[in-house]
């Protein structure tokens, strides 16, 4: 009798040997079929990327070009894949200017983690075929032309931190209902697209949902009260739809939130009387173009991070609080078309306060019920402003000097208001300043010479004040070499309108010259203005001939000659205007017919009304 092998519990070497054997048979298989099976894979990972391929019909910048079977498809250019398995986890190739579909074989990249195609021309609808990543975390579509309706069945993918499909052609209501399975979402991101319909109260099911990103849509109803019940909600952007209603408190109750931002809605009620406390995190606060009201409470300060505040175009009332430079991080303050003020002489003695704010760049205090004058300590402000506006009030007295510190000035706004007195002089040493009004206030003297000192001045607003002096084009207005819009209207300028000025400003869009005593004829050079779409020198004492190289000026669209003492025939010519749509050459000398060949002037509305016809 054998003794059995109590180690092994074999009865036999030879026995043990034959083990081994088919062991190792079975190994071998075994490697075999996974190598096989991990071939197979990706081969399918291989042919959905073709199949991608094949449905972008331009690629002009040739990032396709490596997609070809001379090397792995991991090498391709935009392709990641995992180091294991060899598996497409990523796609990246945004901004590429792809023009096509995206294939819904894209569904079959199963280990898939990141998409990103933003910055492109796709077209088409998402594929629903979406909804197989189950790994998905990040899908990037946005920049695109992308249409249809978002897939709800991105709910399948439970991965998903970041969906970003803004600035696309989308439509139909957002599938909050189904996408709030969505535990893991932090960021949603569907601005600037065509959604409707209202934002569901599902969305506080959203419960690691950070930023909300819905501006420039067709949304509708109230904001759900379910959106202060985030906890981790930092940011909401809704501007810009047809949402109504009142922002509920909860909302302001979210000390994590940094940015509020619903401008361009029907939103009403008041700002929460503690919200600077409730929310001491807030960075941006804009609800400009509602119907808030109410005052603006000193609260607002203890938010002391605050950098961009923007109430404008609503109904806040009363005084400004005078500690508003404790917010010292702001960069853009907005209050313009409100009831702000009381026509007093202390409604701007909150200025003092802001000298704080060296990061200030923007400062809107216009339209609104503003009075005294302008404290000189205005011009302590940071040199750091690029735009600054106080117009439309019932601001009075002179400008201060100072205006000339503000070497960052890009537009100044001091129109509609009653200030006095002359221009300073220190306006000629802002030399980035691009655009000036100072219309509609009670100025006079001579314009110094060195406004135009800064050659990027392209909008000059002067109208309806008292300057005066001769020879305003040679002498100031000369040096505004990029003047696009020019209004000197309603003053007492005097002299010729200069030939040298006409023929070296090109680039001038409007040129109202109305309501003053400009002498001589309108020279020829008139014609050089190729760009003129507005021109107006009614009201003048000009005389001589209408020079027949106004012609020249094509796209003419108003032109205002009236009561002035040009004689003369029309000329035939002017016939080739094309946009030509208000023409008045009343209260003049002219003689002669009406030209018939002006019949052809098709959107022409208001014509030659005092002139004799044969």
Same mark, same amino acid.
């Given at each position: 009798?054998?003794?059995?092998?109590?180690?092994?519990?074999?009865?036999?070497?030879?026995?043990?040997?034959?083990?081994?054997?088919?062991?190792?048979?079975?190994?071998?298989?075994?490697?075999?079929?996974?190598?096989?099976?991990?071939?197979? !894979?990706?081969?399918?990972?291989?042919?959905?990327?073709?199949?991608?391929?094949?449905?972008?019909?331009?690629?002009?910048?040739?990032?396709?070009?490596?997609?070809?079977?001379?090397?792995?498809?991991?090498?391709?250019? @935009?392709?990641?894949?995992?180091?294991?398995?060899?598996?497409?986890?990523?796609?990246?190739?945004?901004?590429?200017?792809?023009?096509?579909?995206?294939?819904?074989?894209?569904?079959? #990249? +199963?280990?898939?983690?990141?998409?990103?195609?933003?910055?492109?021309?796709?077209?088409?609808?998402?594929?629903?075929?979406?909804?197989? *990543?189950?790994?998905?975390?990040?899908?990037?579509?946005?920049?695109?032309?992308?249409?249809?309706?978002?897939?709800?069945?991105? &709910?399948?993918?439970?991965? #998903?931190?970041?969906?970003?499909?803004?600035? %696309?052609?989308?439509?139909?209501?957002?599938?909050?209902?189904?996408?709030?399975?969505?535990? !893991?979402?932090?960021?949603?991101?569907?601005?600037?697209? %065509?959604? =409707?319909?209202?934002?569901?109260?599902?969305?506080?099911?959203?419960?690691?949902?950070?930023?909300?990103?819905?501006?420039?849509?067709?949304?509708? @109803?109230?904001?759900?009260?379910?959106?202060?019940?985030?906890?981790?909600?930092?940011?909401?952007?809704?501007?810009?739809?047809?949402? &109504?209603?009142?922002?509920? $408190?909860?909302?302001?109750?979210?000390?994590?939130?940094?940015?509020?931002?619903?401008?361009?809605?029907?939103?009403?009620?008041?700002?929460?009387?503690?919200?600077?406390?409730?929310?001491?995190?807030?960075?941006?606060?804009?609800?400009?173009?509602?119907?808030?009201?109410?005052?603006?409470?000193?609260?607002?300060?203890?938010?002391?991070?605050?950098?961009?505040?923007?109430?404008?175009?609503?109904?806040?009332?009363?005084?400004?609080?005078?500690?508003?430079?404790?917010?010292?991080? *702001?960069?853009? #303050? +907005?209050?313009?078309?409100?009831?702000?003020?009381?026509?007093?002489?202390?409604?701007?003695?909150?200025?003092?306060?802001?000298?704080?704010?060296?990061?200030?760049?923007?400062? +809107?205090?216009?339209?609104?019920?503003?009075?005294?004058?302008?404290?000189?300590?205005?011009? %302590?402000?940071?040199?750091? *402003? =690029?735009?600054?506006?106080?117009?439309?009030?019932?601001?009075?007295?002179?400008?201060?000097?100072?205006?000339?510190?503000?070497?960052?000035?890009?537009?100044?706004?001091?129109?509609?208001?009653?200030?006095?007195?002359?221009?300073?002089?220190?306006?000629?040493?802002?030399?980035?300043?691009?655009?000036?009004?100072?219309?509609?206030?009670?100025?006079?003297?001579?314009?110094?010479? =060195?406004?135009?000192?800064?050659?990027?001045?392209?909008?000059?607003?002067?109208?309806?004040?008292?300057?005066?002096?001769?020879?305003?084009?040679?002498?100031?207005?000369?040096?505004?070499?990029?003047?696009?819009?020019?209004?000197?209207?309603?003053?007492?300028?005097?002299?010729?309108?200069?030939?040298?000025?006409?023929? =070296?400003?090109?680039?001038?869009?409007?040129?109202?010259? +109305?309501?003053? /005593?400009?002498?001589?004829?309108?020279?020829?050079?008139?014609?050089?203005?190729?760009?003129?779409?507005?021109?107006?020198? /009614?009201?003048?004492?000009?005389?001589? $001939?209408?020079?027949?190289?106004? $012609?020249?000026? &094509?796209? #003419?669209?108003?032109?205002?000659?009236?009561?002035?003492?040009?004689?003369?025939?029309?000329?035939?010519?002017?016939?080739?205007? !094309?946009?030509?749509?208000?023409?008045?050459?009343?209260?003049? %000398?002219?003689?002669?017919?009406?030209?018939?060949?002006?019949?052809?002037?098709?959107?022409?509305?208001?014509?030659?009304? /005092?002139?004799?016809?044969?």
């Amino acid at each position: 009798m054998e003794v059995p092998n109590t180690m092994w519990g074999f009865r036999s070497s030879s026995t043990l040997a034959n083990i081994f054997l088919l062991l190792l048979v079975a190994m071998i298989f075994s490697v075999s079929h996974v190598s096989a099976s991990k071939q197979f !894979k990706n081969e399918t990972d291989r042919l959905a990327l073709l199949e991608f391929k094949k449905q972008i019909y331009d690629d002009p910048l040739g990032v396709l070009n490596s997609w070809n079977h001379s090397q792995h498809h991991c090498q391709w250019e @935009g392709v990641t894949c995992s180091t294991r398995h060899q598996r497409v986890i990523a796609l990246t190739l945004r901004h590429k200017h792809f023009s096509g579909i995206i294939s819904p074989h894209v569904g079959n #990249l +199963s280990f898939m983690r990141l998409i990103h195609l933003e910055e492109n021309q796709f077209h088409g609808e998402i594929p629903q075929e979406f909804g197989r *990543l189950l790994r998905l975390r990040v899908l990037n579509l946005s920049n695109n032309a992308l249409g249809g309706k978002i897939p709800a069945n991105l &709910s399948y993918c439970s991965e #998903l931190i970041n969906i970003c499909l803004q600035r %696309n052609k989308l439509e139909g209501k957002i599938p909050i209902d189904q996408l709030s399975s969505l535990k !893991k979402l932090e960021r949603l991101f569907l601005f600037v697209n %065509n959604l =409707t319909g209202e934002i569901p109260s599902s969305i506080g099911n959203l419960s690691s949902l950070t930023t909300l990103g819905l501006a420039f849509n067709n949304l509708e @109803g109230n904001l759900p009260m379910e959106m202060g019940l985030l906890k981790r909600f930092a940011g909401l952007g809704a501007a810009e739809n047809n949402l &109504s209603g009142i922002i509920p $408190a909860s909302i302001f109750n979210s000390s994590a939130i940094t940015v509020i931002s619903v401008a361009g809605n029907s939103f009403h009620g008041s700002l929460p009387t503690n919200i600077g406390l409730t929310l001491p995190n807030l960075k941006l606060l804009a609800v400009a173009e509602n119907k808030f009201s109410g005052n603006l409470l000193t609260s607002i300060t203890n938010a002391s991070g605050l950098e961009e505040l923007d109430l404008s175009s609503n109904k806040f009332a009363g005084q400004l609080p005078t500690n508003l430079g404790d917010l010292t991080q *702001l960069n853009f #303050l +907005s209050l313009s078309d409100n009831l702000f003020g009381n026509n007093s002489t202390g409604d701007l003695d909150f200025i003092a306060s802001l000298t704080n704010c060296n990061n200030l760049r923007i400062l +809107s205090l216009s339209a609104n019920k503003l009075g005294g004058n302008v404290p000189k300590i205005m011009a %302590n402000l940071s040199n750091q *402003l =690029t735009e600054l506006f106080v117009g439309a009030n019932q601001l009075s007295g002179t400008i201060p000097q100072g205006f000339g510190n503000f070497v960052n000035l890009m537009k100044l706004g001091l129109e509609l208001n009653s200030f006095s007195g002359i221009i300073p002089r220190d306006f000629g040493k802002l030399p980035n300043l691009q655009g000036l009004r100072l219309d509609h206030n009670d100025l006079s003297g001579q314009i110094v010479s =060195t406004l135009c000192n800064n050659t990027n001045l392209f909008y000059l607003d002067l109208s309806f004040n008292q300057f005066e002096g001769g020879n305003i084009f040679d002498n100031v207005l000369m040096n505004c070499q990029n003047l696009q819009y020019l209004d000197i209207s309603q003053n007492n300028f005097t002299g010729i309108i200069s030939p040298h000025f006409l023929e =070296t400003h090109s680039s001038l869009i409007a040129m109202v010259l +109305s309501e003053n /005593s400009f002498t001589g004829s309108l020279p020829p050079e008139v014609g050089k203005l190729v760009h003129l779409v507005n021109f107006s020198v /009614s009201h003048n004492q000009l005389a001589g $001939a209408i020079p027949i190289s106004l $012609a020249d000026c &094509s796209e #003419l669209e108003n032109l205002y000659m009236e009561a002035n003492f040009f004689q003369g025939t029309i000329p035939p010519n002017l016939a080739s205007w !094309k946009s030509i749509q208000k023409l008045d050459l009343s209260s003049n %000398n002219l003689t002669g017919p009406i030209p018939r060949e002006l019949e052809k002037l098709q959107y022409l509305r208001i014509g030659v009304p /005092s002139l004799p016809s044969d």
